[in-house]
């Protein structure tokens, strides 16, 4: 729909800026979306693509600049204004109260029933099923949050935004843990909110999902506006060019053969005490290899990752061994010491202290092991732990690469480099990677691949790739494995097809 001055842009931004200390995350940044559209907001990591989202939806105050909601200027001085101006925002890190039903979560905030202070668990129920039948987004409106997968806990917060009557939804990596049939769905789901009249700005890293859902694109790069328009005679080289410069191509490289077995499992079973838990798992892991798990999150792969990295027990009669040493009497400690590496699935609850700085995360392996370079007898050697920093940062493409930098004025995708770089740095023998590119722009997440691929290639680990992404699955394993209601099944070698896995994925 094109600009006209009758008709407006729903969003409009102009010269917002916005400083966190010394850290510019926006420089003048302009973004227009048309009304009625689906509009993309890519760049790489740090480029400000969150922090703009963020002044929008008022959670940040932004340094200088203005923004236009429906035509009208808007100054937010909290998220609860900006859901008045009918913005709905669904977080990559969904903000909803775990121990809460979803009638309970789509309640918060509103207004108490007419009824007086009861809560009237039927009126937001009933609520709940309207919006599902309407949107196709299926959820039990008396399921509690802890008990869903990460999957349906996006419906839940676009259910939400929906019932608080958002008319403009910005949705933060939508599709990063759907499988293949499930991001068919959304993608069905937000055509038809957008043929309702809703304005939709979706953030993600995947170029094919710009082309096949948005009409509009907006390119960050440093905090600065550097595109803006039409998709119309682009391509996603272009757009990966307007991002990142030249995007880089993966190469998967030979396959290995005969590799010793680093990693064997055997009766492998786990369970939280809620969700679906991890039934039946069995495989073997060789040195130069890659073994991919994909899946949709929420099918066993916390429990699977956790098994293997220590933070959760297994049940009786298990087998893990590490080149035919026993694990299951060791620690996360002593399973890391062991040569085991983990990226975890969730890297602020297990990846990262927020308030730690870049410098302190990097060596939260190391600080108390005896024989490591950060210690000076019994003291910490800060000196060196800051410049072997610098040297990790700056090797993993970590921005800004400042050591004193808290963990938790990075991006997301930053963060994410930074436990990359503490984990594979350590020349581990078995790397347990859970969903490692989850939240990279196009040359990030392909350094990150590299790094993975020269890990099992070059220097003989073996990798566990465990991913809701299945064409990073695909792209990198030698074997491909589905865990699907807790149960892990290989699929085949590589060049199994995506149809095969994505019907696998959801029981077909």
């Known amino acids: 729909m094109s600009e006209t001055p009758a008709n407006p842009p729903a969003l409009r931004c102009q010269g917002i800026a916005k400083n966190f200390g010394a850290n510019r995350a926006l420089d003048g940044a302009e973004l227009a979306v048309p009304a009625g559209s689906i509009h993309a907001l890519v760049g790489e990591n740090g480029a400000g693509k969150s922090t703009l989202m963020n002044v929008v939806s008022g959670l940040l105050a932004p340094d200088a600049g203005r ?86 806990r996006q419906r839940v917060e676009i259910l939400k935004a929906l019932a608080r009557g958002a008319r403009m939804l910005l949705l933060d990596e939508p599709t990063a843990v759907l499988a293949p049939p499930e991001v068919r769905a959304l993608f069905s789901t937000l055509e038809r909110l957008r043929d309702a009249g809703r304005t939709i700005t979706i953030i993600t890293h995947k170029l094919d999902e710009v082309f096949a859902l948005a009409s509009s694109v907006t390119v960050l790069r440093r905090g600065k506006t550097v595109f803006a328009g039409s998709l119309e005679g682009l391509t996603p080289e272009d757009l990966a060019r307007k991002m990142v410069g030249e995007a880089r191509e993966v190469a998967a490289g030979e396959l290995p053969v005969g590799g010793e077995i680093l990693l064997d499992v055997k009766g492998l079973r786990a369970d939280f005490s809620s969700g679906t838990g991890l039934h039946a798992a069995e495989f073997s892991l060789r040195a130069g290899e890659v073994l991919g798990v994909a899946g949709v999150e929420g099918n066993g792969q916390d429990e699977l990752a956790g098994a293997l990295a220590g933070t959760l027990a297994p049940s009786a009669g298990a087998q893990i061994r590490l080149l035919g040493r026993d694990l299951l009497p060791l620690g996360v400690r002593a399973r890391s010491e062991a040569g085991i590496a983990f990226i975890p699935p969730d890297r602020h609850r297990d990846g990262l202290v927020l308030e730690f700085s870049l410098a302190e995360n990097l060596i939260l392996r190391d ?142």
């Open 67 to 152: 923004v236009e909601v429906f035509g009208k200027e808007e100054r937010f001085g909290s998220p609860l204004e900006a859901v008045a101006a009918g913005i709905g925002m669904v977080h990559q890190h969904f903000m909803l109260a775990e121990a809460m039903t979803v009638a309970e979560n789509v309640a918060l905030g509103r207004r108490a029933s007419p009824l007086g202070l009861r809560f009237d668990a039927r009126r937001y129920e009933a609520e709940v099923e309207r919006l599902s039948a309407e949107t196709g987004l299926a959820v039990d409106p008396r399921a509690r949050i802890e008990d869903l997968s990460v999957g349906l």
């Open 367 to 508: 600080a108390f092991s005896p024989g490591r370079p950060c210690s000076r007898g019994p003291f910490l050697d800060r000196a060196r732990i800051r410049a072997s920093a610098a040297e990790r940062l700056q090797a993993y493409g970590v921005h800004p690469p400042e050591p004193d930098l808290n963990a938790g004025a990075l991006s997301g995708g930053n963060q994410q480099k930074v436990i990359i770089a503490r984990e594979l740095s350590r020349k581990p023998k078995v790397i347990l990677a859970c969903n490692p590119a989850r939240g990279l722009d196009v040359g990030a997440a392909a350094a990150v691949h590299e790094k993975l691929l020269h890990a099992a290639r070059g220097e003989g680990a073996g990798v566990l790739l465990i991913s809701s992404d299945l064409d990073e699955v695909l792209r990198l394993s030698d074997r491909v494995a589905v865990l699907y209601k807790g149960t892990l099944r290989e699929i085949g070698a590589r060049g199994v097809t995506k149809d095969e896995v994505g019907r696998a994925m959801v029981g077909a």
